[in-house]
């Protein structure tokens, strides 16, 4: 596609409830980000995947936090037993290069956790 | 390991201002440096960035920004604020983000 499509837009989740979110790179694209972004504050990482490998996981907050991308094209965030605190904007962005030349961002996924 | 430093959350200009907004940077690999603009309720865009070459970097809506390594700083500039620029600016190492600054222009 056009761009990076994350879905869903938004997402309701009861305190205890799985979630999963969805990322679609642009086509091609080699390297994925994710990351977390509480209101008013900036993106912290989360994840790298360069194709289907996840190179670096160690912003993961917990091991309720998983992340996938089996055939190096989408990506999928998980987040198990949700809780409050994990209400932010889940943002995913992607590259066509290894070497952290810029990447283009999606929308985002707004998860409010109630 | 790379972190970056974002001084003040907030700057505010009056409209035909300089702008001036902080970066520091940390990195323990050679550090590749990027702006992100980000208005209320939409994604991140990117501003400029640099990887290697040339210190002084241009981007997008007259924005430039120059790589000091001797002072591990990245500061954005533009010479004359318009009222189209209030954002949230981030500043980013190897993908890393800062806090961010809220630009806000005033008439």
């Known amino acids: 596609g056009a761009g990076v499509s994350q879905s869903p837009r938004y997402k309701v989740a009861k305190r205890g409830q799985d979630v999963a979110l969805r990322c679609d790179p642009i086509?091609?694209?080699?390297?994925l980000f994710w990351y977390q972004q509480a209101l008013g504050q900036g993106p912290e990482f989360l994840t790298y995947?360069?194709?289907?490998?996840?190179?670096?996981k160690s912003g993961l907050p917990s091991d309720r936090f998983f992340a996938e991308r089996p055939e190096g094209s989408v990506s999928t965030l998980k987040i198990q037993r949700t809780q409050q605190e994990d209400s932010a904007v889940y943002l995913c962005?992607?590259?066509?290069?290894?070497?952290?030349?810029?990447?283009?961002f999606g929308s985002g996924t707004r998860l409010t956790v109630v | 390991a790379q972190s970056v430093t974002q001084l003040g959350s907030h700057v505010s200009v009056s409209e035909g201002a300089l702008v001036l907004l902080r970066c520091n940077y940390s990195?323990?690999?050679?550090?590749?440096l990027f702006w992100y603009v980000q208005y209320p309720n939409q994604g991140l865009q990117l501003l400029l960035k640099?990887?290697?070459?040339?210190?002084l970097v241009k981007g997008i809506n007259g924005f430039e920004a120059e790589f000091k390594k001797s002072e591990t700083s990245f500061h954005l500039t533009k010479p004359s604020a318009h009222m189209s620029d209030a954002a949230e600016y981030f500043c980013?190492?190897?993908?890393?983000f800062g806090a961010g600054t809220r630009l806000t222009v005033k008439p």
């Open positions: 962005a992607s590259s066509a290069s290894t070497n952290n030349y810029g990447y283009t």
């Open positions: 086509s091609g694209h080699v390297s």
């Open positions: 995947f360069q194709n289907e490998a996840q190179l670096d």
């Open positions: 990195s323990s690999v050679p550090p590749y």
């Open positions: 640099y990887t290697t070459g040339a210190t």
């Open positions: 980013a190492v190897n993908m890393r």
